[in-house]
């Protein structure tokens, strides 16, 4: 039974970690390609872009846009570690009532309805972010974004399928790769005679 218990506290604990990760982590958010994982993305696009002065220029934006920005992503990304923080307290209080001898089923539920208000809360919070990023960017300066990130994702993905090909080694038919003996179906003509032959003796 501590067994069972320890395995169902584990899987609690790696689901919280990996949600946590999930919500503006390094690979960003779960990706259901509705608006969100889109906003998202661009949401990364752009602050990136207000580090970098010609980027910025680029997109055409302005001392104020660039401080509404930076201002809104900074107190986004607090809200967000204390949400993580407490989305992995939630996951630990959730082991501790499993593990115990005779389980609270109604404060094991309440545990887990708090671990999912934490969650909502995460998620509006990039929902947010792209309501921000709408309010304050212009029509223009959107449509460029979404064409600077559709550019990006063209030439990351050009750069994995090079990286895919150089892996795979010379194409078949494209002659034999440095190195590699050569086959020969007798005897090779610079090898001397084949190995099942005696050489020829002179009287």
Known sequence: MRTICLCIVSVILATQSVTAQGFGGKHGPPQHGGQQGGGDRMGMLIERIIKNGELAEELGLNEEQVETISNAIYKQKIKEI??????????????????????????????VDK????????????????????????????????SMMRNRMRKHMQERQKGRKSNRGPERGGGRPEGRPKRCAGACPTDGPPLNEEPNETE
């Not at 204390?82 to 499993?98: I, M, T, Y």
């Not at 969650?119 to 223009?140: C, N």
């Open 115 to 146: 671990a999912g208000k934490i969650k909502t809360k995460l998620a509006k919070l990039k929902v947010e972010q792209l309501i921000m990023l709408k309010s304050t960017l212009t029509d223009d300066q959107i449509d460029e974004a979404k």
């Open 82 to 111: 204390d949400l993580k923080a407490s989305l992995q307290k939630a996951g630990l209080n959730q082991a501790r009532l499993l593990m115990a001898d005779e389980i609270d089923e109604e404060a094991v539920l309440a545990a």
